[in-house]
């Protein structure tokens, strides 16, 4: 079941496509990942935002992407 729902978040691999550059980070948009931005909270918007600009790497991350994934507002 969750193999079956990674495949489709991620879609089905191309054996005949090239491998992408890993060491670049792939970047995709709500119209890709299908995340509605307004779940996010303003606060985890606002933390992480302030940690990149003080020059760290904050990133919206597991239980919360799962979430998101699956349309329910993430609790943590």
Known sequence: ???KFIRRILGAKDKDSAPRDTTKPVVLGPA???????LVSNNAVRVTQTLQEAGYKAFV???AVRDLLTG???KD
């Open 32 to 38: 890709e990942h299908k995340i509605d931005p307004k």
């Open 1 to 3: 079941m969750i193999k």
């Open 61 to 63: 991350v597991g239980g």
């Open 72 to 74: 329910v507002k993430p």
